[in-house]
C-alpha cells in the first residue's frame, strides 16, 4: 500500500496544532506506561500500524513488558495481568473509540470514575480522543510505519 500523502507536509499548521495538543496530552498526570497501554488498544481497534509500532516501541521504553503489550487484545481474558484501574483505563479506551450512537456505557463510565479523578477522567478522555485522530490521518493516507525501534521515537511522539 502506497501513502497516499505526507500530512506533515500537506496541512502543517494542523499538524503543529495536534502535535501541540499531544505535548498537552503526554503530561497529563497519567502514569505513561497506561498511556501507551491504551493508545494500542485504539490503534489496534482502528488499524493503524503507525500508531502500532510507535505506542508499542514507547511502551517498552517506558518498561513495559513485552508480554502484557502481547495480550491487549485479549485483556479481557488476561486475568490479573493489568490492575483494576489498568482493566477499567482499556474499557473506557475501547467505549471512546467505539462511541456510537449509545455513547459510553454507563457501567463502563463508572468504573472509570472509580480509578480516575475528574480532572483526569477529562484527560483520559481527551487523549483517547488524540490518539484517535492520529490513527486516523496516518490510516487514512497510508502512512508507513516506523521500524522499530524502543529508542528512536519521534520528538514529540503521538
Not at 501513502?3 to 501541540?20: E, F, G, T, V, Y
Not at 497529563?28 to 510507535?54: F, H, M, P, T
Not at 490479573?80 to 456510537?100: H, K, M, N, Q
Not at 490513527?135 to 520528538?155: D, G, K, Y
Request: overall charge neutral; proline content about 9%; some cysteine.
Amino acid at each position: 500500500m502506497s501513502q497516499r500523502l505526507d500530512p506533515k507536509q500537506a496541512a502543517p499548521a494542523a499538524i503543529s496544532a495536534m502535535l501541540a495538543l499531544q505535548r498537552h496530552v503526554n503530561e497529563n498526570g497519567i502514569d505513561k506506561k497506561l498511556q501507551e497501554l491504551v493508545k494500542i488498544r485504539a490503534s489496534q481497534i482502528n488499524g493503524c500500524a503507525y500508531c502500532l509500532v510507535l505506542h508499542a516501541d514507547l511502551a517498552r521504553r517506558y518498561g513495559e513488558a513485552q508480554a502484557r503489550i502481547d495480550l491487549l487484545p485479549v485483556w479481557r481474558e488476561a486475568g490479573d495481568v493489568y490492575s483494576p484501574a489498568e482493566r477499567a483505563a482499556l474499557a473506557f479506551g475501547e467505549a471512546v473509540t467505539r462511541i456510537g450512537k449509545e455513547g459510553v456505557p454507563d457501567a463502563v463510565y463508572a468504573e472509570a470514575a472509580r480509578h480516575f479523578p475528574p480532572a483526569q477522567m477529562v484527560e483520559l478522555t481527551l487523549m483517547i480522543g488524540v490518539i484517535n485522530t492520529w490513527n486516523r490521518l496516518m490510516a487514512t493516507f497510508h502512512v508507513p510505519p516506523p521500524p522499530p525501534s524502543p529508542t528512536n521515537a519521534p520528538a514529540g511522539a503521538a
